[in-house]
């Protein structure tokens, strides 16, 4: 059963810093790209971030940019967010995917909440 994992998540004042984990299992995922998403109350799910298997190219949405870093594990299965300088704006639950062409598998979410 493939599942995937976030974790991190919590409250945190504005300008704090968050960590985030997504941990993949079930499946072999070390040559796939994952993503993170997030999605605030009323709002559609945005894109973060994305790392490819490598590890290499990651690639963010402006509004992150500068800010979050996205990394991958030495078991390449596990993917990181390193967020900082956190904003009210980034208040939401966030996601885990895969890239199998189309964003799969999404996690429960782990809520983030940026107090201003």
């Known amino acids: 059963q493939v599942r995937m994992v976030e974790s991190g998540g919590g409250l945190v004042q504005a300008g704090g810093s968050l960590r985030l984990s997504c941990a993949a299992s079930g499946r072999a995922f070390s040559r796939y790209s994952i993503g993170w998403f997030r999605q605030a109350p009323g709002k559609e799910r945005d894109f973060v971030a994305a790392?490819?298997?490598?590890?290499?190219?990651?690639y963010y949405a402006d509004s992150v940019k500068g800010r979050f870093t996205i990394s991958r594990g030495n078991a390449k299965n596990t993917v990181y967010l390193q967020m900082n300088n956190l904003k009210p704006e980034d208040t939401a639950v966030y996601y885990c995917?895969?890239?199998?062409?189309?964003?799969?598998?999404w996690g429960q979410g782990t809520q983030v909440t940026v107090s201003s």
């Open positions: 790392i490819s298997w490598s590890g290499d190219n990651p």
């Open positions: 995917a895969v890239d199998l062409g189309e964003w799969s598998y």
